[in-house]
């Protein structure tokens, strides 16, 4: 049975990686895994925020039927009593399954099928007396000295400085010491699924000095953040003054160091992980093993004035993603993928390279073909639809739908669209919504999301035209109750009846 590698950063834009074609960031490690394995040029999340992502990543459902939505508005944890997860079907398979750095669970200390985790989970402490095994080492490091947080910046900040710790004591760093005591640990008589989650390059941005620097130094040839002929909608001057604002106009200094410290994010991680590809090969477990690379959710930058996620936006939606098959890519096998893909396509693929029957209500389709040179199962579904309930702001909730080439968006609160032409703009510049010429490619994509809606019976639809949703209760799935009720745990004593989770840590 082959070993199955899931390395998972959070909150990592796709152009944010050279083998995506981002010339000023290095990531050597990381291109080097793509130069052997398979990179999919037009890969998304389902939801653009924490929770809903990873749910979808852990069931292979879409977020209606996990019946998470986003994070906020009424949306609980992500709780348990999920029929099946990825974790879970692989350990029944016989799989010694680990989770390493952040799982964003509740109860915190759920398994939701592995057989073990150590955990990062940055500044979230949701349950009574939890403390993450980061943290609790960190302050026995420091000695109590100094804390994660004591460099002052958020956890949704788009304020960057340099880490306050030694470089050693940053979390990407202990995430692969674990990674590689895991290693070190196994059960050498079962396969081993090993989920190595790091917590950046989602805020703060507080790279390491060297790695901070080696982009600071670089600011003339940081890329700009994407403008267009809608921005003006975000020139909100009240929110942009808040330390954690989610949009406004920010000064050019304040958007070329929050990029320098994300950059650099990502750079210390691709060094970390030239580690465990190194520990793996000595091993001789690289070569064998399939290893998957891939993000939750991405990070505006500044695009558009734009902080965070929870858009449908490139930056917020579009994801990396890097599959390695044992052995490497095949010569008659393609090193990129250009149908559109989604996180929870992730589950199956995985299953079927392990040879686990894939358990019923899976919504992803299995890579496994196009990994091959068969593209045509992700060609019959032609496109990929995404959501995200209300979370910053009403007129934030979003629907929509992309095949790499077009993407449409719905606002359920505002009634508004946006309709997007990927194929020269990926920077989402020109908004062809209301532009005539434009029209047919507009309905089309319209009644796409309308039949893809009209299945709820959820009020989104009459079945010929989209309803809006001003003024009305807040969107929820049947299917997060459900579960709910199945579970033995009592969630009642976390939910808020305000907002849902906590902000902190997304």
């Known amino acids: 049975m ?37 990179r999919f040029a037009h890969a998304y999340t389902p939801s653009p925020s924490c929770v809903p992502a990873r749910a979808a990543l852990m069931t292979g459902m879409e977020p209606w039927h996990t019946g998470i939505l986003g994070m906020g508005a009424g949306q609980g944890p992500m709780g348990v009593g999920f029929e099946h997860t990825l974790p879970g079907e692989l350990a029944k398979a016989g799989y010694h399954a680990a989770g390493v750095g952040k799982m964003h ?52 900040s788009w304020m960057a400085r340099p880490y306050h710790a030694p470089e050693w004591m940053h979390p990407s760093t202990w995430t692969v010491n674990e990674a590689i005591r895991f290693l070190g640990r196994r059960d050498p008589s079962r396969p081993f699924f090993l989920k190595v989650s790091f917590a950046r390059p989602h805020s ?12 600071l130094r670089q600011e003339e040839k940081l890329p700009a953040p994407y403008r267009g002929d809608w921005d003006d909608r975000h020139d909100d001057l009240a929110e942009a003054l808040r330390p954690d604002a989610w949009r406004g106009v920010k000064r050019e200094a ?5 990029r320098a410290g994300y ?13 465990l590809f190194e520990r793996l090969k000595k091993e001789k477990l690289f070569d064998s093993a399939l290893i998957v690379f891939v993000s939750d959710h991405g990070d505006m930058l500044g695009d558009h004035h734009l902080w965070r996620k929870t858009y449908a936006y490139e930056g917020s939606a579009r994801i990396p993603l890097i599959v390695k098959v044992p052995g490497g890519r095949p ?19 995985l299953l079927e390279a392990a040879g686990v029957p894939i358990p019923p209500g899976v919504d992803g389709l299995s890579l496994g073909g196009a990994l091959r040179g068969d593209a045509s199962g992700l060609a019959e579904r032609g496109y990929i639809h995404g959501e995200h309930s209300t979370c910053y702001s009403e007129e934030q909730e979003m629907q929509y739908m992309t095949d790499g080439a077009f993407k ?54 009459d079945g010929d035209e989209l309803v809006c949703q001003a003024g009305k209760p807040y969107l929820a799935s049947p299917h997060y109750e459900a579960r709910r009720r199945r579970a033995a745990f009592d969630w009642a004593s976390w939910t808020r009846k305000d907002a849902g989770p906590p902000a902190k840590g997304e």
Request: overall charge negative.
């Open 263 to 275: 950059y650099g994010s990502i750079t210390h991680i691709d060094h970390q992980l030239g580690r």
């Open 408 to 461: 449409y968006i719905w606002f359920p609160r505002l009634g508004t669209e946006q309709l997007f032409d990927l194929r020269g703009d990926l920077s989402e510049s020109e908004d062809l919504a209301a532009k005539p010429e434009w029209r047919g490619e507009l309905l089309r994509w319209r009644g796409r999301l309308v039949r893809k809606l009209s299945a709820r019976d959820a009020g989104l639809t």
């Open 331 to 349: 010569a008659d096998a393609p090193a990129v993928v250009e149908a559109p893909v989604v996180l929870q396509d992730i589950l199956p693929t």
């Open 105 to 156: 669970f509740y109860p915190q200390r759920a398994l939701n099928g592995f057989h073990e985790t150590v955990l990062d989970e940055s500044g979230r402490e949701e349950d009574p007396g939890f403390v993450s095994d980061y943290r609790a080492w960190f302050r026995q490091q420091s000695g109590g000295r100094y804390d994660i947080v004591d460099h002052g910046i958020g956890w949704n």
């Open 204 to 215: 703060p941005y507080d790279a390491p000095q060297p790695y901070y620097d080696r982009y």
């Open 2 to 38: 082959t070993n199955i590698i899931l390395i998972m950063t959070d909150q990592h834009r796709a152009d944010a990686l050279g083998c995506y074609g981002n010339d000023v960031i290095e990531t050597p490690n990381l291109d080097y895994l793509a130069s052997v394995g398979t």
């Open 254 to 258: 304040d958007i070329r160091q929050a």
